[in-house]
């Protein structure tokens, strides 16, 4: 099953909870993308790990139009977290190797997903949130100029919180920037670099965010190894 602090729509995260928000990684298929994950650079690895926990918070207060009728909430949630960790891997993979085109990111996943047991939707979910975080609101963004309601509601939230991460955390997860300043970015762009809907997933989760980054000032993602480290007692919901 997916993790407990999910079910919850409302809630202060507990030190279990970002535990396994932080670690959720450890779950995945040990397949070519999770290969290239545990290769990240610190840096980006931390990044990717944050980026896919605030879009799974920000997931879970999605507004029910946008949740796939054949999925839950839970479910959603899941899926945009996997998606929106795997945002960077893409463009690693271009810059770090010769002879890949720019979208081997997504087509390596999506052979990595023929062999999990994830739902279609899920597996479309995570597709689309890899695809089209970049785009923009206001159709100034990439690969294919989306624009508004064209833009998937996942993609939106991983745009929002790529955004988020790379401003609190900057390139080297220095922490320089304070959360609330951030805050007022997201909210002051709502409706051009981002979708309204993302924003108010973003605004109506804030309070465990916030959480989260304070948390993580402390105790990065790998601050004490650059491994991937098990959970005792893992609940995630099984991939593969």
């Given amino acids: 099953m997916v993790e407990r602090f999910l079910q919850r729509r409302s809630l202060r995260l507990s030190k279990e909870d970002i535990h396994r928000l932080t670690w959720f990684i450890y779950n995945e298929p040990n397949g070519l993308l999770a290969s290239v994950f545990a290769r990240l650079p610190l840096p980006l690895k931390r990044h990717c790990v944050q980026v896919g926990a605030t879009a799974g918070l920000m997931a879970m207060q999605a507004p029910e139009n946008a949740i796939p009728k ?62 089209n975080y970049g785009e923009r609101y206001d159709g100034q963004g990439y690969p294919d100029n989306l624009v508004g309601a064209a833009i998937p509601l996942h993609a939106g939230i991983c745009a929002v919180a790529n955004e988020v991460d790379g401003r609190i955390a900057g390139s080297y997860g220095i922490f320089t920037n304070p959360v609330a300043d951030v805050k007022k970015f997201v909210t002051e762009n709502k409706g051009s670099a981002f979708s309204p809907e993302a924003v108010e997933c973003f605004i109506q989760g804030y309070g465990d965010i916030l959480q989260l980054y304070n948390h993580w000032r402390k105790n990065p993602p790998f601050w004490k190894h650059n491994e991937i480290r098990p959970l005792d007692n893992p609940i995630d919901k099984p991939i593969g």
Avoid: C, F, W
């Fill in 70 to 131: 054949v999925m839950t909430r839970e479910e959603y949630a899941n899926a945009v977290r996997y998606g929106s960790l795997y945002h960077d891997i893409g463009a690693y993979l271009v810059y770090n190797q010769k002879g890949l085109y720019p979208d081997a990111g997504g087509r390596l996943l999506r052979e990595e997903l023929k062999e999990t047991k994830l739902s279609l939707a899920e597996r479309h979910v995570i597709i689309e949130t890899v695809e």
